[in-house]
């Protein structure tokens, strides 16, 4: 059995609720949906260019999760780390999900926009499965 984590990199978004949504999500997936598989990165060291932090994801698979169209967190993962292996935009899980308008605070964060962070998180939960299933070959890709 591999012993490769799934690293989810949330965007900053700080001062967002799409950024909110993004970092929530990251929460859920890490601390409830995911425990044994993902792990979190901060987004600053990547863009630092940290060594030891690169390396790690270089060895492992790496989700971005953006909260706007400047992807903040793709752009810097691929710029500094070379790959992303799948990405997520919160707004698109908002478009999804018509009904959970996400509310403007984000501190606290408001009751439809946890629901829509539940949503994102099982997305990404799923996500994080399919990567790290080995092919056939038994071998991750
Ligand atoms: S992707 Fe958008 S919301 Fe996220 S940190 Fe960058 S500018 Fe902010």
Redesign the pocket.
Known sequence: MSKQKVYII???????V??SI?RESAYIVVNELKKEKSALEC?PLIVKGKKKVIDTLKLNKVIAI????????YNNLMENVGKVDAKFMTTDIVKENRDLRPESSIMPIGEHTKKLAKKLAEKVAQKVDDLLKPNEEGELE
Request: contains cysteine; charged residues 15%.
């Open positions: 949330p965007c900053s978004g700080i001062g967002k799409f950024g993004g987004l953006d909260g706007c169209p400047l992807k903040c967190s």
